[in-house]
């Protein structure tokens, strides 16, 4: 079978694209040379596995836009928020968002829409998803969360009235899942889909990018070992972590 970066150099990736030992080996062996993930994570990562019965189909759960890559956003986005200084319920709504904003895809290409109906999705389970988190959001954090996340797909440029109005919600938070999300880009096979920050608007710690390539290596080598999603990323951050 031919591996994800194969095919992406032919630009014939399938709808449905699952991470293989080529690939992710051809992406550990092009791993950025600039900065080194601190010895200790400078706050504590929160780790938020989503359930496979969220996701719209079967097949999109286990793909590079699953369980695993909704989870690393998370954990991106529990520290990026801790960094920026977000107050608990606004840690937890942008950890929230991060945790399923891509659980309504149809495919693993653009999918305009998708932030849309995740945003909507998020709306009528909010109670069920923290329950399952063991959080609590409150109504109007559940409503930011619901913002960032429909707008996590849409170009600045394209936005309509209702994208703006949505922005205007929670703007900290729709910046900082963009760029949490951008982070987790070191697992698409192909380099010029790897994280740009110039393209974000909040301030990225030096030590993130290093981070945020080591939980992708390490997490989607466990998967690849026979791991669990959780498994997968819990083995990630211990080993982050040195505990």
């Known amino acids: 079978m031919t591996c994800l970066k194969d095919l992406a150099e032919q630009r014939r990736l399938p709808d449905h694209q699952v991470m293989d030992q080529d690939t992710l080996s051809w992406i550990i062996a092009n791993r950025p040379t600039a900065g080194a993930a601190p010895d200790a994570l400078p706050y504590e990562p929160l780790l938020l596995t989503p359930d496979p019965a969220w996701f719209r189909h079967p097949r999109q759960a286990n793909s590079i836009h699953g369980i695993g890559h909704n989870a690393r956003v998370a954990v991106l986005a529990s520290l990026l928020g801790q960094e920026h200084r977000l107050d608990r319920e606004e840690l937890t709504a942008l950890c929230v968002a991060a ?135 819990a083995h990630a951050l211990q080993t982050l972590t040195g505990q």
Request: charged fraction near 25%; hydrophobic fraction near 45%.
């Open 99 to 233: 945790a399923v904003h891509d659980c309504r895809r149809r495919d693993d290409r653009a999918d305009p829409g998708h932030g849309k109906r995740a945003a909507r999705w998020l709306s009528r389970h909010g109670g069920a998803v923290t329950a399952a988190f063991g959080l609590v959001l409150p109504p109007r954090q559940l409503t930011s969360a619901c913002a960032a996340i429909r707008l996590h797909d849409v170009p600045r440029e394209g936005r309509t009235g209702a994208d703006r109005r949505a922005y205007r919600l929670a703007p900290m938070l729709a910046e900082l899942l963009l760029a949490a999300d951008a982070m987790d880009r070191y697992r698409l096979p192909a380099l010029r889909w790897w994280p740009d920050p110039a393209y974000l608007r909040v301030t990225i710690p030096e030590w993130l990018p290093a981070v945020a390539f080591d939980l992708m290596a390490v997490s989607e080598q466990a998967r690849l070992d026979g791991a669990t999603h959780h498994q997968a990323l």
